[in-house]
């Protein structure tokens, strides 16, 4: 392989890429407009209630329905005839109102798309604060050997339903500064914003705050240094050669915001996109759905390319020429305190998970309903009066069994699609704005309602955030100068690949899915909750989580313990990452 070969492959095809997001979008509408009819469910039966809950259908109405319909003609007539009409600015009719859909749409994509807008504004805000210390630091040379990513690991673990309840109760009914139910105005948008905004900012701060250490640490900045460059000056140009490399985790972290807050806009009762999706899926109001689907998928299209072309921008001409600088984070001596942090939170969940196994998860006493914690109850009992370090105790394995299977299969998935950037890269645009309720009415259909149902679905649509860091990440160790120098001196694919391009990626991807496991429970309990994973009466944290919302008021420990146990999973596994050797530790120890 030639030099002139190499920079060629490293430029991505766009044909390639605007391949993979036709395929994809194209995938998506047809399995939408196929879902009644893999669900096995009839479409006119589910309309009709919809329309009516209390008439009692009889096979004529039915008939009628199918006919008004057109749902004799199969999926695809429809479909085509769907496709057809948007052709003339017609995205057709609800089944169940019988009103136009594009005005339906167009006035929910405008309240996702401003609260998207807000939510991003707070993801940046709690972002550079969590990365404020590394910056300030680094650029002085006073860098220690440990960052802000235990903070950044407990905000990333707060549940958004969960902060949305208590945002709403104690800013919008206590204190009544905002509004806690509808879209009236700016002042509507400000508490989802802040629930859907703080974990995103946190999780894309600990990921920068990460990756921040090894620019700090390279040729150029301690050049820049000796000759007397402002500390400011070189905490820019450090930030902007680090955000390349997590820019494209705005991606399906802040814009799947538009699709995918369901729950969020259920608690402040938000008119958004995302819950018009939900309810036209379950209501098999086809034509919203689709119209719905369609938007998403434009604006993660639109998404994408706007953010290769900013990442293209912070990196300049080197990208293009093969001229980056490699980016190795510096083998720094995990701290004392790290340990300790992880040996804390180790010990504290063996002792919660130990101390409930030896309790009984399913014993109901209706009196001792939401009792606060005591010596027979150290962490209180839910609704029914079961007591909750026993769910805890008994949830464990299969909580975080569950979260670690699906994870390690998205990763895996992101990791390969990340390496084909060509075709992937329009396959993630689009699947990132999925929502995972959208996807878990597709597996569902054909699975039924399950625990793997529900871990299907967060397959189907949780590599896109690998994806997206690993194709970032692969495109910028192409354009690297010691990659060239390999391929000068001949070497082949699969040597590049095995030395160079996995010991570059790989490290940073599995901090990034170390930091999402909490978010991954999260999303398998919302699942359950509306009816689409895991079952009552199982015992699982995630679910005692959407379980126990509805009483965050009245009795605020029934959440406390879900929450403290998934904090302290989520600060375990950034510290255990920190205290794992690097690729750069490692040969230090072989050269020992």
């Known amino acids: 392989m030639s030099v002139t070969s190499a920079r060629a492959d490293m430029r991505p095809s766009r044909w390639r890429a605007g391949l993979g997001r036709l395929t994809a979008g194209a995938a998506l509408l047809t399995a939408v407009a196929l879902l009644p009819w893999l669900s096995g469910n009839d479409p006119a039966l589910t309309v009709l209630r919809a329309r009516s809950a209390d008439q009692d259908p009889t096979p004529t109405q039915l008939a009628a329905v199918r006919e008004q319909l057109g749902l004799d003609e199969g999926p695809l007539a429809h479909l085509a005839h769907w496709l057809g009409g948007l052709t003339q600015g017609d995205a057709g009719t609800s089944w169940v109102s019988g009103e136009p859909v594009l005005p339906q749409v167009t006035s929910a994509f405008a309240v996702s798309f401003t609260l998207m807008l807000g939510a991003l504004a707070v993801t940046i805000a709690v972002a550079a604060l969590v990365t404020a210390r590394t910056l300030y630091m680094g650029s002085r040379h006073r860098l220690p050997g440990g960052t802000g990513a235990t903070g950044a690991a407990v905000l990333a673990a707060l549940p958004k339903f969960l902060l949305a309840s208590i945002l709403a109760t104690v800013f919008g009914v206590w204190l009544g500064w905002f509004p806690s139910s509808g879209w009236e105005g700016p002042s509507s948008m400000m508490l989802p914003a802040l629930a859907l905004g703080v974990p995103s900012g946190a999780m894309l701060g600990g990921l920068l705050d990460q990756s921040l250490p090894a620019a700090f640490h390279e040729p150029w900045a301690r050049t820049w240094r000796a000759y007397g460059f402002a500390p400011g000056h070189i ?43 939900l309810d036209a899926a379950i209501a098999q109001d086809f034509p919203p759905l689709q119209t719905t689907t369609l938007a998403l998928v434009v604006l993660g299209i639109a998404a994408g390319l706007l953010i290769q072309a900013l990442r293209r921008a912070l990196l300049g001409p080197a990208l293009r020429d093969g001229a980056l600088p490699a980016l190795h984070i510096p083998a720094h001596r995990s701290g004392r305190s ?19 196994l030896l309790r009984d998860p399913l014993q109901v006493d209706t009196a001792a309903r939401l009792l606060p914690p005591s010596t027979a109850h150290p962490l209180g009992t839910d ?106 001196f001949g070497a082949d694919r699969a040597y590049l690949i095995r030395h160079h391009l996995l010991p570059a990626v790989l490290s940073p991807v599995l901090r990034n899915a170390l930091l999402r496991l909490p978010t991954t429970v999260l999303v398998l309990a919302s699942l359950g909750f509306l009816g689409l994973g895991e079952q009552p009466p199982t015992a699982e944290w995630g679910r005692l989580l959407s379980e126990n919302q509805p009483y965050v008021e009245l009795a605020p420990w029934t959440v406390v313990g879900p929450a403290g146990v998934l904090a302290l999973l989520s600060v375990l596994a950034v510290s255990s990452t920190a205290l794992a050797p690097t690729r750069s530790r490692r040969r230090r120890a072989a050269k020992r």
Not at 242 to 259: K, R
Not at 408 to 413: F, G, L, P
């Open 235 to 277: 905490a820019r140009h450090a930030l902007r050669r680090t955000l390349a490399g997590v820019l494209p985790q705005l991606l399906p972290t802040v814009v799947a915001l538009v699709g995918g807050a369901v729950a969020v806009e259920k608690i402040f009762n938000i008119p958004g996109l995302g819950r018009l999706a």
């Open 338 to 356: 790290t340990r300790w942090v992880a040996a804390l939170c180790a010990v504290v969940l063996l002792t919660v998970i130990v101390a409930g």
């Open 383 to 488: 609704s029914l009066g079961r007591d909750l370090l026993a769910r805890l105790g008994h949830g464990a394995m299969r909580t975080v069994g569950m979260a670690l299977a699906v994870t390690s299969v998205c990763t895996v998935t992101g990791l390969l699609l990340g390496m084909a950037a060509q075709v992937g890269a329009g396959l993630t645009e689009v699947v990132s704005t999925l929502p995972a309720v959208l996807a878990a009415l597709l597996t569902t259909a054909v699975t039924g309602p399950s625990a793997w149902g529900a871990a299907c679905a967060v397959c189907l649509v949780g590599w896109t955030p690998y994806a997206a860091q690993a194709a970032a990440l692969f495109e910028q160790e192409r354009a690297s100068s010691h990659m060239l120098a390999s391929v000068s």
